[in-house]
C-alpha cells in the first residue's frame, strides 16, 4: 500500500519530493503519491514538516 498526503495538512513545500528515491511524488497545489510508482520506503513520511504523509 502506497503511502498517502492528506491535503487538509500538505503545504507543498516540496521536503517529500526532495526525498523520494523513485519520484513518486508529484507537485501541485498539494502534492500527491503516485500509488504505483511508490516502494513505501517511508523517506517522505519522515521528511514531511506537517505531518501530512501516512502508510
Known amino acids: 500500500m502506497a503511502f498517502k498526503i492528506d491535503p ?3 503545504t507543498a513545500c516540496g521536503a ?6 523513485v ?5 501541485g497545489d ?3 503519491i503516485e500509488e504505483d ?3 513505501d520506503c517511508g523517506a517522505c ?3 514531511c514538516p506537517t ?5
Open 8 to 10: 487538509e495538512l500538505c
Open 16 to 21: 517529500c519530493k526532495d526525498e523520494c528515491p
Open 23 to 27: 519520484d513518486a511524488i508529484i507537485a
Open 30 to 32: 498539494v502534492y500527491h
Open 37 to 39: 510508482t511508490c516502494i
Open 45 to 47: 513520511e519522515s521528511a
Open 51 to 55: 505531518d501530512a504523509i501516512s502508510g
